[in-house]
């Protein structure tokens, strides 16, 4: 199911960096913001926030960064990938196709988010790259990968329009919206209930 937005292909060098293995949660929100914009609050803690536009992710990354003292951000698209597939070539993590007690996606007929870590996880120890929420990452939308940056750093120049890309699948998406390689994109202040994101922290150097 490869569309044009996928290509071309081309090698690209990822610098070292730390992924959350779990897609934020509502708890963390919380802990964090002192809120929960999520529509469904009722799942808990351990499920992850959503309802949440790009800028709501900047605003959390910002106030992490602070707090902490370390840097979080979103990842990049390319980081993104390079986590999702862990090293494999094939549409998923987990082979050519997915099946329903691997991912929630409309094939799971669960009909709403579940728990971080339902599922198991891929071989880099990160949960639910495919499917629970769709993740939004650091990088403006481009309609193809030509001149896109080859050294794994989000591309944000030469942007045409204001939206920014989401990766990985929601719990309403077809299995097809789970592949690796898939992506969308949303302006920077939608907000729906398939929609999270996870972060990233940069390492010195």
Known sequence: ????????????????FAMGRYEVT????????????SYFSQCGDTCPVENVSWDMAQEFVKKLSAKTGQKYRLPSEAEWEYAARAGTTTAHAFGATLVASQANSSESKIGKTVKVGSYAANDFGLSDMHGNVWEWVQDCWHETYENAPINGESWETNCKEARRVLRGGSWVSDPGNLRSADRNRYT??????????RIARTFSL
């Open 1 to 16: 199911e490869r569309s044009n937005a996928e290509g071309p292909q081309r090698r690209v060098s990822v610098a070292k």
């Open 26 to 37: 509502q708890g963390q929100w919380k802990a964090l913001m002192g809120d929960n914009p």
């Open 188 to 197: 920077p202040g939608n907000r729906d209930y398939g929609t999270g994101f």
